[in-house]
């Protein structure tokens, strides 16, 4: 089975995982989480709290993915751990069973195509320090962008869910109390929005659960089943 939720925030909002207790799960299921995972943090490096904490989420019964979001800490997200093969699309492995998926890929899960976008503007960007509460990297560049667009592609424009943290530029202003700004990433959503064929899209960043339409949900403290229905 596959299931989806919002942001974690690293502690803040972590406590919905242990809400989740469908029984007899394994490491064969998946939960995926729509951006802003935020246990890869401390611009200082690693820390004794942060390995304690994804040895925790690794000690789940499922398998933990997450796309990134615009609270990461890049520098280290992207440097600290290799880049892997998994289910046809590259991913960071934070654990064995905790892991990024990766911008602009495609994966094979459970025979359903996913394709990944993380990322998103801070609007609060103005109250962080760059380079230790805030990072540049927190929308994609051009080569991440280029990576989409060639593997939508190579797959005719034809998914089954895209994962993405924020929302296309048309769908950000349907957002009730709508104050989130637009951006070249949310230009390029909106570009796959209107030309790939998709099912589902599922998002976070915005704090609330909301269906935008029949096609795309935001999530926030929900955690719902992957099942081609949006209820």
Not at 14 to 42: A, E, H, Q, R
Request: net charge neutral; charged share 25%.
């Amino acid at each position: 089975m596959i299931y989806v939720t919002g942001d974690l925030h690293g502690e803040i909002d972590v406590g919905k995982l242990d809400d989740f207790n469908i029984p007899d799960l394994t490491k064969d299921d998946m939960l995926i989480i729509c951006g802003d995972f935020g246990f890869v943090w401390d611009y200082r490096g690693p820390s004794g709290y942060e390995k304690r904490w994804l040895d925790y989420l690794e000690q789940k019964p499922y398998t933990i993915l997450f796309v990134d979001g615009n609270h990461e800490n890049f520098n280290r997200l992207n440097k600290e751990f290799p880049i892997v093969k998994w289910h046809g699309g590259n991913v960071h492995k934070l654990r064995e069973h905790v892991i990024h998926l990766m911008r602009g890929q495609l994966y094979l899960l459970e025979g359903k195509v996913f394709f990944t976008m993380g990322g998103a503007s801070s609007h609060d960007k103005i109250l962080r320090q760059p380079q230790k509460s805030w990072w540049p990297q927190e929308l994609p560049n051009s080569g991440e962008m280029y990576t989409g667009r060639r593997n939508l592609e190579i797959v005719n424009r034809k998914v089954d869910y895209i994962i993405t943290h924020c929302l296309p530029t048309s769908l950000q202003r349907k957002v009730p109390k709508f104050g989130y700004d637009t951006n070249r990433l949310t230009d390029y959503l909106d570009e796959i929005y209107k030309n790939v064929d998709f099912s589902h899209w599922y998002c976070g960043h915005y704090h609330m659960n909301y269906k935008i339409n029949d096609k795309v949900e935001i999530l926030y403290q929900r955690i719902k089943k992957i099942d081609g229905i949006i209820d």
